[in-house]
């Protein structure tokens, strides 16, 4: 299994840009589709980017296309979400998940393993 534990949440105003870390420890992130999820208050989790375990691979929902990268660093076993020209809708909790499964993104049920959590707000 993999422990994951995220970092680089925060407070920025809208048109910043932030970078998201998830390290994982345990079973190397290679082995897995890796996700990075948000959830706002009073919505439903949603996947907004992923990459597959050979990372190449990398699939980002509509909203944050071309505004965030998902990419990794095997070598420090960590996965980043860079994320620019935020917007006050991008204000959520993150989380980072790691999925046994090979689809990419798959359904939020693949991911077995999920990091706890870091939260980004961006104000107007």
């Known amino acids: 299994q993999v422990q994951l534990v995220e970092s680089g949440g925060g407070l920025v105003q809208t048109g910043g840009s932030l970078r998201l870390s998830c390290a994982a420890s345990?079973?190397?992130?290679?082995?897995?589709?890796m996700g990075w999820f948000r959830q706002a208050p009073g919505k439903q989790r949603e996947p907004v980017a992923a990459?597959?375990?050979?990372?190449?691979?990398?699939w980002y929902e509509a909203s944050v296309k071309g505004r965030f990268t998902i990419s990794r660093d095997t070598a420090k076993n960590t996965v980043y979400l860079q994320m620019n020209s935020l917007k006050p809708e991008d204000t959520a909790d993150y989380y980072c998940?790691?999925?046994?499964?090979?689809?990419?993104?798959?359904?939020?049920?693949?991911?077995?393993?999920w990091g706890q959590g870091t939260q980004v707000t961006v104000s107007s």
């Open positions: 345990g079973r190397s992130f290679n082995t897995y589709t």
């Open positions: 990459m597959d375990r050979n990372g190449i691979i990398r």
């Open positions: 998940a790691a999925s046994p499964q090979f689809n990419v993104p798959g359904k939020e049920a693949d991911y077995d393993y």
